[in-house]
């Protein structure tokens, strides 16, 4: 009977003791991560403003003071969801540049955009708000132009070598890259057509110009999707 009443107790241990083990306290870290994951999530379905310091703790299953203690409140947190998101968009632009031609630079150019708001369309949203707190990072607008030198570079040797003014690369370059910024804000919302269907057309207005544009515009470089 002894045996029997371990084994009845045993059993009924387990579950308690599996629920203690799910509500192991996080670790300094993880709680911070968690944080950012919700406050990326609430700022980007109601923006800064409509975000309570409140909400985020309780979606958490902590109490204000924990937020405070991480991140100073809500700016501090919005800074760091930001800033990251920043960080990731630029990371991910300058990384496609892989290309030796310039028409495959600007094709890999978009597709990173694009790439960045179909992945991270949270961090999109937050990103194309106009931010009420500072970022080391800057603005939105600042880092379009962080890209646009990326690509500056290119067309000023692009254009020396086709007899251009090289001094006005810088222009277009913000040109190109806000027209794909933008283009790709669009997109987002209608989702059509195809995500290479939109890199090819944003490439074939920028190459060719209304003039000398394609009817069936195609790609140069080896992405298709």
């Known amino acids: 009977m002894a045996t029997e009443n371990n084994t009845s107790d045993s059993g009924k241990d387990r579950p308690a003791r599996a629920n203690r083990r799910a509500r192991r306290r996080m ?20 923006g800064f403003e409509g975000t ?8 958490a299953g902590v ?9 100073g409140g809500k700016e501090g947190l919005y800074a760091v969801v930001v800033d990251r998101e920043m960080s990731r968009l630029l990371s991910m632009v300058t990384g496609a540049l892989t290309a030796g031609h310039p028409r495959e630079l600007l094709e890999q150019a978009a597709f990173a955009l694009l790439d ?17 707190v500072a970022q080391s990072t800057g603005t939105f607008a600042s880092l379009i132009g962080d890209i646009a030198t990326q690509v500056e570079d290119i067309l000023g040797l ?25 283009t790709g804000q669009w997109w ?9 269907e939109v890199a090819a057309h944003l490439v074939n207005l920028a190459w060719h110009g209304l003039q000398g544009l394609e009817h069936h515009p195609k790609l140069v470089g080896r992405r298709r999707v």
Do not use: C, W
């Open 63 to 71: 109490s204000k003071p924990v937020v405070y203690e991480h991140f």
């Open 27 to 46: 670790t300094g870290t993880e709680r911070r991560e968690q944080l950012l994951d919700i406050g990326r999530t609430l700022f980007a379905e109601r």
């Open 188 to 196: 987002l919302n209608v989702r059509k057509p195809k995500k290479a």
């Open 158 to 182: 692009e254009f020396k070598s086709r007899g251009y003014d090289a001094k006005l690369a810088p222009m277009y370059a913000q040109a190109l890259v806000g027209m794909v910024a933008l």
């Open 116 to 132: 960045y708001i179909e992945r991270y369309t949270d961090g999109f949203h937050i990103l194309v708000r106009d931010s009420p």
């Open 52 to 59: 309570s310091v409140e909400e985020i703790a309780a979606k």
